[in-house]
T-cell receptor, first 113, second 113 residues
């Protein structure tokens, strides 16, 4: 059983560019959440997708957007990249029940230069 | 809003000695609490979870945590540290409703021979 898979593993982009990160959830999971982890900090919640809709959003600007597909996979898009967007982006999948644990992918390391 | 406070940014132990990582939480509801571990340049791995069943929760790799409502604590322990336990540990509370995870700032566990 494959766990949560993310692609790519590493990415280097230039300020002002746009980036798309991808996530395939663990088999059987229907909810995907995205987190940003800056160096030396704990992950911060970006948003969560359930039934192809954004269900909850953290304190991130509209430059951050996402999508969930019918097969539950998800994309995170970031427009107009800033140097401060450099971070590890983590995808978590779960069932739609807060008592269930979320399972995380290995993350995508984004570097903005 | 729910939050967690990890009381130590770094904990150093010798191999074979007990481990104690401290976490206090703040929640207006019956919380779901988790401990995750992150090895360098890796994603997050679930160690254990508390979801209002038994207050003493056993996890993987010999770790356990005790939920104490009167003290609003959820400390992580292990009887005997192993070199492979060296990593960053995050105490996490699940927000109400849709399972937004709120992370503590992390505790770095250092294990010396």
């Amino acid at each position: 059983d494959a766990g949560v898979t993310q692609s790519p593993t590493h990415l280097i982009k230039t300020r002002g560019q746009q980036v798309t990160l991808r996530c395939s959830p663990k088999s059987g999971h229907d909810t995907v959440s995205w987190y940003q982890q800056a160096l030396g900090q704990g992950p911060q919640f970006i948003f969560q997708y359930y039934e192809e809709e954004e269900r909850q959003r953290g304190n991130f600007p509209d430059r951050f957007s996402g999508h969930q597909f019918p097969n539950y996979s998800s994309e995170l898009n970031v427009n107009a990249l800033l140097l401060g967007d450099s971070a590890l982006y983590l995808c978590a999948s779960s069932l739609a029940d807060r008592r269930q644990a979320a399972f995380f992918g290995q993350g995508t390391r984004l570097t903005v230069v | 809003a729910q939050s967690v406070t990890q009381l130590d940014s770094h904990v150093s132990v010798s191999e074979g000695t007990p481990v104690l990582l401290r976490c206090n939480y703040s929640s207006s509801y019956s919380p779901s609490l988790f401990w995750y571990v992150q090895h360098p340049n890796k994603g997050l791995q679930l160690l254990l979870k508390y979801t209002s069943a038994a207050t003493l929760v056993k996890g993987i790799n010999g770790f356990e945590a005790e939920f104490k409502k009167s003290e609003t604590s959820f400390h992580l322990t292990k009887p005997s540290a192993h070199m492979s336990d060296a990593a960053e540990y995050f105490c996490v509370v699940s927000d109400t409703g849709f399972q937004k995870l709120v992370f503590g700032t992390g505790t770095r566990l250092l294990v010396s021979p």
